[in-house]
């Protein structure tokens, strides 16, 4: 294997609602054999009741504390990490440092589901919640990066599936059966290298 990490950005992955980072194992584990330096933490609590503001300054507090402030990244959401990652990107200053950032089965226009529960995270995730139009409002501010999106048609957590494609950005439709083996199925783990690997955007389109 040939070790190219110190030509990559460090990748930070983050998780999604009742999971926590060793979801990751595979993933990290693929990535890292290809020569990339992988990065996670829990985001706590977990379960929602926190709001995803909230847990995006939990990233924001992580990347500070891990690298050095001129130090590029690359993001990984799965699920409502997707969220979480965009705030941070959006709202928490990540326009300039993260360079890539891809989802997979993000509710970026909410999902159906999270009417199951009343918790602030949640309420969060509803299709036309104030916090889903909030990160629509601009969401062109992500042409400014390498954005991927990576979903399936058979998810049934995201609903519709969908709502996790979105109006810019790559996209990727993959032939996955249920949302829980996303982040571990071989597909999945090859359209992730293959998006971490695209060529960054040339800082003259950035002002467009």
């Known amino acids: 294997m040939t070790n190219n990490s110190n030509t990559r950005n460090p990748v930070l992955l983050v998780h999604g609602?009742?999971?926590t980072s060793a979801i990751f194992h595979r993933m990290s584990t693929f990535l890292s054999d290809r020569g990339w330096s992988t990065y996670s933490f829990n985001l706590k609590p977990n379960n929602g009741?926190?709001?995803?503001?909230?847990?995006?300054?939990?990233?924001?507090?992580?990347?500070?504390?891990?690298?050095?402030?001129?130090?590029?990244?690359?993001?990984?959401?799965?699920?409502?990490?997707?969220?979480?990652?965009?705030?941070?990107?959006?709202?928490?200053?990540?326009?300039?440092?993260?360079?890539?950032l891809i989802t997979i089965s993000a509710p970026h226009q909410?999902?159906?589901?999270?009417y199951l529960s009343s918790r602030l995270g949640c309420v969060q995730m509803r299709p036309g919640s104030p916090f889903i139009a909030d990160l629509a409002r601009d969401v062109e501010m992500l042409e400014r990066l390498n954005f991927t999106s990576i979903w399936t048609p058979w998810d049934f957590i995201i609903v519709p599936a969908q709502s996790s494609q979105m109006p810019i950005g790559r996209e990727v439709k993959l032939s996955v059966f249920i949302h829980s083996r996303m982040v571990r199925n071989t597909k999945t783990l090859h359209a992730v290298a293959a998006a971490l690997s695209e060529p960054l955007i040339p800082p003259l389109l950035h002002s467009r």
């Open 110 to 114: 909410g999902t159906q589901m999270a």
């Open 49 to 100: 009741s926190l709001g995803l503001n909230q847990l995006a300054a939990q990233v924001a507090d992580y990347i500070d504390q891990t690298f050095a402030p001129d130090q590029p990244l690359d993001l990984v959401g799965l699920s409502m990490g997707g969220l979480v990652t965009r705030y941070y990107v959006q709202r928490l200053g990540g326009i300039d440092r993260v360079q890539r």
């Open 17 to 19: 609602i009742i999971r």
